[in-house]
């Protein structure tokens, strides 16, 4: 029977990133994507907008999907809304499977009192999630610290362990100074650093979408998180090298293939 991956995420217009490079991922690994969008992304006049649904509509979403289908992952992107957290947390509570939290904090505006709310809501779904995968700057919010150095990025991975995640992994990517992309996957006992030459391309838009969805995926087929995570992390490799540049110069991350997996039972 063929396996289903809900992913709770944010539409990106452009597909580099959200929803759409979540479904595009399932479907590399052959797997069955659905959706509950929670706000649309858009580029107006070179300004980066994003707009809420209705938190009512959302909870439709969820309710729809719990009642029509059974789910073998739920990958969580970004949410935005504070009370929309409340209603993911709700449905979560319901769920007994492997659920990947990407903790996107793209922050509508620079107001400290939302920006300080929506960490705290976040923080509440982290007792939920097999896994959380922040990017640098993300961990330093969870963290409130900053992050400059491999031993200041293990300082802040266990800081997430211990805010009830059971277990991180943080994408260092081309933000740490070196020659390497370096990601750190810590589970409460042992670091685990993963490192490959950084590219020198522009298609990068939704690596970490793409990074989140892929070990969802991996997940669903029976692979443990180590194994998960280094896989994951050699797809948005090739999803980079792979990937489709845009008319401004940058691009989004694409894999363009299907992974062989074994028939799913």
Not at 110 to 119: C, D, L, M, P
């Amino acid at each position: 029977m063929t396996k289903t991956i809900l992913t709770i995420a944010g539409s990106d217009t452009l597909a580099g990133g959200g929803l759409q490079s979540d479904l595009k991922t399932f479907e590399d690994y052959r797997l069955f994507g659905l959706t509950a969008i929670t706000c649309i992304a858009v580029v107006k006049n070179n300004q980066f907008e994003i707009h809420d649904l209705p938190t009512t509509l959302l909870q439709d979403q969820l309710d729809t999907i719990k009642q029509g289908i059974d789910l073998s992952a739920i990958k969580l992107g970004l949410i935005h809304d504070v009370t929309s957290l409340s209603i993911v947390k709700d449905f979560l509570q319901s769920f007994d499977g492997p659920i990947v939290l990407d903790p996107v904090m793209a922050f509508k505006e620079t107001n400290q009192v939302y920006s300080q709310n929506y960490r705290a809501g976040l923080i509440q779904l982290f007792p939920f999630a097999t896994i959380v995968t922040p990017n640098l700057k993300e961990a330093e919010l969870l963290s409130q610290q900053k992050i400059t150095t491999l031993a200041e990025m293990k300082q802040a991975a266990q800081a997430i362990v211990e805010l009830g995640a059971a277990a991180v992994v943080i994408k260092g990517g081309e933000r740490l100074a070196g020659e390497l992309a370096s990601d750190l996957f810590y589970d409460g006992n042992q670091f685990n650093l993963l490192s490959k030459p950084k590219l020198a391309k522009a298609t990068i838009n939704g690596a970490g979408c793409t990074f989140a969805s892929a070990i969802a995926s991996n997940l669903v087929l029976g692979k443990n998180l180590a194994t998960t995570i280094a896989d994951s992390k050699e797809f948005v490799y090739q999803s980079i090298l792979n990937g489709i540049t845009l008319k401004n110069g940058e691009g989004n991350v694409w894999y363009g293939n299907s992974i062989e997996t074994e028939e799913q039972t």
